[in-house]
């Protein structure tokens, strides 16, 4: 089986390539290289540089013939998509558009697409579930949340199927170290951390402790990078199975506070690290953790790496060349 996989050479997008690879699929990745890595493409794959902006692009990889393909290419800052929301219309909007457009002049059917948990918005309740209001905060959300609709309706009027996998906090590395690629001026907490274990940068900012949770920090669901990746691989065979579109919300069901994140970082690391309580980052809800029992039930999806000592051992071997004896 022959996958294309849209902006596979990306932090999540690499990790996809690798699961369909070890799974035997025949991979291709197509990538701009923007924000993905050469070093994150590996021998056993094919690339394609190009870009979803320009169709032409798009047209010519299809015409080689898929028997399905995965979406990852996107901007994903939420907060630099309230600055600079016409980025984002364009890479997200008219960029799957184009995707989307020559996938059915191809025929290239199904197609998995990387939504977010951030179509949500603020939670009405936890943990979320698939049928949570969908009221994003943030431009980005409001992307993802305008795709999975033309994407609904393209399901209607053209037989394309789809899943649309909702990532909660995605986290972790590739626990055999083939994915070398680390992500640059990093937003997320993780990384942040890291950055700081290894001595790339001095602190951490904790954006507030007073937050109604069990530490008064915020309370996050992480999922490692991994087992997202393995569910693209079930979710498509599901589709060619039941010929059926899908949408699924993916975390772990596990909240963790960013306190607890930290103290578990120095745990393992062994490095200290110095965190500074500041105030709160604006649009961060108190808690965010996933019901990801559709995934259960319909994918068999259980998540096997996404505890969080996994998390921060197999994110920590990446960061270690850095740190000077
Ligand atoms: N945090 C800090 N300091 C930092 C960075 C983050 O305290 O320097 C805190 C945040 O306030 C938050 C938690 O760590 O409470 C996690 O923050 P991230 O920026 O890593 O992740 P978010 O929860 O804000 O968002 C992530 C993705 C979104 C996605 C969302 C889904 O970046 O794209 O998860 O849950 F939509």
């Given at each position: 089986?022959?996958?294309?996989?849209?902006?596979?050479?990306?932090?999540?997008?690499?990790?996809?390539?690798?699961?369909?690879?070890?799974?035997?699929?025949?991979?291709?990745?197509?990538?701009?290289?923007?924000?993905?890595?050469?070093?994150?493409?590996?021998?056993d794959?094919?690339?394609?540089?190009?870009?979803?902006?320009?169709?032409?692009?798009?047209?010519?990889?299809?015409?080689?013939?898929?028997?399905?393909?995965?979406?990852?290419?996107?901007?994903?800052?939420?907060?630099?998509?309230?600055?600079?929301?016409?980025?984002?219309?364009?890479?997200?909007?008219?960029?799957?558009?184009?995707l989307?457009n020559?996938?059915?002049?191809?025929?290239?059917?199904?197609?998995?697409?990387?939504?977010?948990?951030?179509?949500?918005?603020?939670?009405?309740?936890?943990?979320?579930?698939?049928?949570?209001?969908?009221?994003?905060?943030?431009?980005?959300?409001?992307?993802?949340?305008e795709?999975?609709?033309?994407?609904?309706?393209?399901?209607?009027?053209?037989?394309?199927?789809?899943?649309?996998?909702?990532y909660?906090?995605?986290?972790g590395?590739d626990?055999?170290?083939?994915?070398?690629?680390l992500?640059?001026?990093p937003?997320?907490?993780?990384?942040?951390?890291?950055e700081?274990?290894?001595?790339?940068?001095?602190?951490l900012?904790?954006?507030?402790?007073?937050?109604?949770?069990?530490?008064?920090?915020?309370?996050?669901?992480?999922?490692?990078?991994?087992?997202?990746?393995?569910?693209?691989?079930?979710?498509?065979e599901?589709?060619?199975?039941?010929?059926?579109?899908?949408?699924?919300?993916?975390?772990?069901?596990t909240?963790?506070?960013?306190?607890?994140?930290?103290?578990?970082?120095?745990?393992?690391?062994?490095?200290?690290?110095?965190?500074?309580?500041?105030?709160?980052r604006?649009?961060?809800?108190?808690?965010?953790?996933?019901?990801?029992?559709?995934?259960?039930?319909?994918?068999?999806?259980?998540?096997?790496?996404?505890?969080?000592?996994?998390?921060?051992?197999?994110?920590?071997?990446?960061y270690?060349?850095?740190?000077?004896?």
């Amino acid at each position: 089986m022959k996958i294309l996989v849209i902006g596979g050479a990306g932090y999540i997008g690499s990790h996809v390539a690798r699961a369909f690879l070890d799974r035997g699929y025949e991979v291709t990745v197509f990538d701009n290289l923007q924000s993905g890595f050469r070093e994150n493409l590996f021998v056993d794959a094919r690339f394609v540089h190009g870009d979803i902006m320009r169709p032409e692009q798009l047209r010519a990889v299809m015409a080689e013939g898929f028997d399905g393909c995965v979406h990852l290419a996107a901007l994903k800052s939420a907060g630099h998509s309230m600055l600079v929301p016409e980025r984002y219309s364009e890479a997200n909007i008219t960029g799957t558009i184009n995707l989307l457009n020559q996938a059915l002049a191809a025929g290239i059917s199904p197609v998995i697409f990387s939504s977010s948990a951030a179509i949500f918005g603020n939670p009405h309740y936890q943990p979320i579930d698939e049928n949570h209001p969908k009221e994003p905060e943030n431009y980005y959300g409001f992307t993802k949340l305008e795709i999975e609709r033309i994407l609904e309706w393209y399901d209607r009027l053209k037989g394309l199927r789809f899943a649309a996998i909702r990532y909660f906090n995605a986290a972790g590395y590739d626990t055999q170290g083939r994915v070398k690629g680390l992500e640059l001026n990093p937003d997320n907490l993780l990384p942040i951390v890291m950055e700081v274990a290894a001595g790339l940068r001095p602190k951490l900012s904790i954006f507030g402790d007073d937050y109604p949770t069990r530490d008064g920090s915020c309370v996050r669901d992480y999922v490692h990078v991994s087992d997202l990746a393995e569910a693209h691989v079930t979710a498509f065979e599901y589709i060619l199975k039941h010929n059926k579109s899908i949408t699924v919300n993916l975390g772990s069901e596990t909240g963790v506070s960013v306190f607890e994140m930290v103290e578990r970082v120095r745990a393992i690391t062994g490095r200290p690290i110095l965190a500074e309580v500041t105030g709160r980052r604006a649009g961060d809800p108190a808690e965010l953790v996933a019901s990801s029992s559709k995934a259960r039930e319909l994918l068999g999806w259980v998540p096997k790496q996404s505890d969080v000592d996994t998390l921060v051992r197999s994110t920590w071997q990446n960061y270690l060349k850095f740190v000077t004896p």
